[in-house]
């Protein structure tokens, strides 16, 4: 029997196999009691705050389908590589035929519910991490000079004052009532302000229209302008992304295949190097330091991405390899080829081979 205190489960090893260097992992063992305890195999287990995908992980070998999120790319990152090595385990499992097959399945010996995985971004999720970093990431784009002396405004752009509006909503008339009143509780002020937001309500046009009409007609200051990141003409490629792109040729010579990442850019990483270089221009002389890791599926149905191979490099200073060989299936095959950069963003190339 299990009492309500659990002193026998100790915390992750520096020296366990599990360990994966993240500051809040928590040990298999604990999670597996949990699952086991409060699902059925063929259950969904959700983790919101995945962390180093210990729930995932282990929902995964106890035959568990999961879903995983993280608003930190690094527990992403994290989490998918933990799990990239969990799946091919199984699969060399399998191969082996150690691995019990569906429909024999028992809780000692669980098949895996899911041989794939995909991330998704489902937002602007990098922008919303904090609020400070957004402040930080928007006055870099526009040219804010920042004030950390004043506890309302965020900065200066020119003579203007400049108010970065929280990015995880739309700038509202309310936004700019508070603004209003800040003014008003500085009555020396006489700076126009400026208001920058990922985007805003309809009735902002009105109240904007209203607010700078008055001000302009009785001489008073304080001016206010709107800066919208999503569609302003001179700043609104702040949200613009170029998805990363891959090359891969794939061949055929009897029963192996042949696959070959030819090239792989990530627009992303390399506008990151750009901004952290300042004059100097980044130099990527190997397309494999962009890459996380590549997963290929040798039989793609289009739906679920099965893993047949998983280069995962161990260490940080490690490169995928980028040429593959594989046993090839028999017949017209379809290879599916996932490539998963630095940041976390897939690219998937899908080629048929006869």
């Known amino acids: 029997m299990i009492d309500d205190l659990w002193i026998d489960i100790f915390p992750v090893n520096s020296q366990a196999i599990e360990d994966t260097g993240f500051p809040t992992q928590k040990p298999e063992s604990l999670l597996e009691r949990i699952v086991k305890a409060a699902t059925n195999i063929g259950d969904i287990v959700l983790d919101c705050f995945t962390g180093s995908g210990t729930t995932a992980a282990v929902a995964q070998k106890l035959g568990r389908r999961w879903i995983a999120a993280d608003i930190n790319k690094g527990a992403v990152q994290t989490t998918a590589k933990r799990l990239q090595g969990v799946i091919?385990?199984?699969?060399?499992?399998?191969?082996?035929?150690?691995?019990?097959?569906?429909?024999?399945?028992?809780?000692?010996?669980?098949?895996?519910?899911?041989?794939?995985?995909?991330?998704?971004?489902?937002?602007?999720?990098?922008l919303q991490i904090q609020h400070n970093e957004a402040v930080n990431l928007a006055c870099e784009h526009i040219g804010i000079t920042r004030t950390k002396t004043d506890v309302y405004f965020d900065g200066t752009l020119g003579k203007r004052l400049v108010k970065i509006v929280p990015f995880n909503h739309p700038l509202t008339p309310l936004d700019l009532e508070e603004i209003k009143r800040e003014l008003g509780n500085r009555p020396e002020e006489e700076r126009d302000v400026v208001a920058v937001c990922l985007g805003k309500e309809l009735a902002v046009e009105t109240w904007l229209d209203d607010w700078n009409r008055n001000r302009k007609r009785t001489g008073l200051p304080n001016k206010i302008e709107v800066i919208e990141l999503r569609s302003d003409p001179k700043y609104g490629g702040f949200l613009v992304h170029q998805p990363?792109?891959?090359?891969?040729?794939?061949?055929?010579?009897?029963?192996?295949?042949?696959?070959?990442?030819?090239?792989?850019?990530?627009?992303?990483?390399?506008e990151r190097l750009k901004s952290q270089s300042g004059l100097l221009s980044p130099q990527i002389r190997d397309w494999r330091s962009m890459v996380d890791s590549v997963m290929i599926d040798t039989a793609y149905n289009g739906e679920t991405f099965n893993i047949t191979l998983a280069d995962v490099p161990e260490r940080k200073d490690d490169l995928v390899a980028g040429r593959y060989e594989v046993d090839a299936p028999a017949g017209k095959t379809t290879v599916a080829v996932k490539v998963t950069d630095m940041l976390g963003e897939e690219v998937l190339v899908v080629e048929e081979v006869k």
Do not use: C, H, W
């Open 88 to 126: 091919q385990e199984q699969v060399e499992k399998a191969k082996s035929k150690k691995q019990e097959l569906p429909g024999m399945e028992s809780e000692a010996s669980p098949a895996p519910a899911q041989l794939g995985f995909a991330v998704y971004r489902v937002n602007d999720y990098d």
């Open 244 to 270: 990363a792109e891959a090359e891969v040729k794939v061949k055929r010579a009897k029963d192996k295949l042949t696959i070959e990442i030819v090239n792989f850019l990530s627009p992303t990483i390399v």
